[in-house]
């Protein structure tokens, strides 16, 4: 099989089945969903892989809330704590995961 430039009939001949194939919008719309498969919200939460420095911002901001809300009892202080802590738990898991493959 050569490298160079087909010849002008087998190129016409390609560039008619590229047309062809263009304008078909059934293999378009085929094509278009094969693109790539949509995962779950609980397959990307899995997959998820967070960077130390996000993991440190978020311990930062949990105890600077837990603080907070410790010395002012505020509700919302208390409330925003109640949120990102979780989120920072499940953070620090999931690097902890990552650092310990082999």
Avoid: K, N
Avoid at 36 to 61: E, F, G, I, N
């Amino acid at each position: 099989m050569s490298i160079g430039r087909l010849p002008d009939h087998e190129q016409r001949i390609l560039d008619d089945l590229e047309r062809d194939l263009r304008r078909d919008r059934r293999l378009t719309r085929r094509l278009r969903t094969l693109e790539r498969p949509r995962r779950s919200w609980p397959a990307r939460l899995a997959a998820y892989r967070p960077h130390p420095l996000t993991v440190a911002a978020l311990l930062a901001v949990a105890v600077g809330l837990m603080v907070t809300g410790i010395s002012t009892s505020h509700p919302a202080a208390i409330w925003a704590f109640a949120f990102v802590w979780p989120v920072t738990l499940f953070a620090v898991f999931r690097l902890l995961c990552r650092w310990a493959e082999p």
